[in-house]
């Protein structure tokens, strides 16, 4: 058995993407794959979509720190079944939040470092955060660029399977643009959408609703948690789709993604994407992690 272990946690989340964030400034906090379930689970635990530990990137694994030069944080994202992910867009800006409000980082605009590289943070006017994602790519390169959809994803209780598109923003995203007659609310994805072929790391699967030029709705089953209300890449990717979808017009640039926890922006163009919304801390605490 291991010595009893009491830790300080923050909740917070980013449209209501949630997160349990711990802060570990000393880089000493070995959080098992048991430790994360039991931190992510809503009634044994504090409950979230994620757990989020802050760590300062000089004491991140050697191939975080090599991805990351020049940065001061490490945003160590690990999804509620306890999988390490490349990147958490709504994470980021909780993260960025957490820096501020702790103290940690006063620069309206900085670098953090993720498993998917370097991503720059900027606080905006209205105390909300934009970030950076970087660049974008079609997952399986020609065949999606020719035909725009490279995969077809089955929904439970849905019969036809739905022609979707592959991203990789760091993480892996199948976007569905869904057929009128499918309505958004009614999709059951209590369980898993099946994805075929199916990605060899697992993929992020988003629905999407097109409802004007810019203004998408969607949601979003997310590897290694199950539906979650907002997913901030998953927003970039939806938009990044529904853009190629429409012959990716030069000014059509800024979008806006309504998830069920809330409103994000999305800027995009052919090589690079960015995403913005708000982020807040709801609550702080001690928990002894099971022994
Ligand atoms: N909710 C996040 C994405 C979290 C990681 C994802 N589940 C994965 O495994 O890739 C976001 O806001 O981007």
């Known amino acids: 058995m291991r010595p009893v272990t009491t830790i300080e946690f923050s909740k917070g989340h980013g449209t209501l993407n949630d997160f349990v964030l711990v802060e570990d ?22 409950g979230g979509d994620g757990v989020i530990r802050i760590v300062p990137t000089q004491l991140a694994p050697q191939d975080v720190q090599q991805l990351n030069p020049g940065t001061r944080w490490f945003m160590d994202y690990r999804n509620a079944d306890g999988s390490a992910a490349e990147m958490c867009g709504n994470g980021t800006r909780v993260f960025a939040h957490y820096l501020r409000t702790h103290g940690l980082e006063t620069a309206q605009s900085y670098d953090i470092a993720t498993r998917a590289g370097t991503k720059r943070i900027t606080v905006l006017a209205d ?7 970087g660049g974008w790519r079609l ?6 660029e020719q035909r725009g959809m490279d995969s077809v994803v089955q929904v439970h209780g849905f019969a036809d399977a739905l022609p979707a598109l592959s991203l990789d923003l760091g993480n ?14 009614a999709l059951d994805l209590a369980q898993a959408p099946h994805v075929d072929p199916h990605p060899e790391h697992g993929t992020n699967v988003e629905f999407v609703r097109a409802l004007e030029p810019g203004h998408i709705s969607m949601r979003v089953h997310e590897r290694g948690v199950g539906e979650t209300l907002s997913c901030g890449t998953g927003a970039a990717a939806a938009a ?3 853009w190629w979808w429409a012959g990716r017009p030069a000014d059509q640039t800024s979008w806006t993604v309504d998830l069920p926890g809330g409103r994000l922006g ?26």
């Open 25 to 46: 400034v000393e880089g000493r906090l070995d959080l098992a794959d048991t430790d994360v379930r039991f931190l992510a689970d809503r009634r044994a635990g504090i």
């Open 240 to 242: 990044l789709a529904t």
């Open 266 to 291: 999305v800027h995009l163009d052919a090589e690079r994407v960015a995403l913005s919304g708000p982020a807040a801390i709801v609550a702080t605490g001690r928990v002894t992690l099971p022994g």
């Open 139 to 144: 997952a399986r390169g020609d065949e999606a």
């Open 172 to 185: 892996p995203h199948t976007v569905v643009a869904l057929p009128l007659k499918v309505d958004l609310d």
């Open 127 to 133: 105390d909300s955060y934009r970030t950076d994602l």
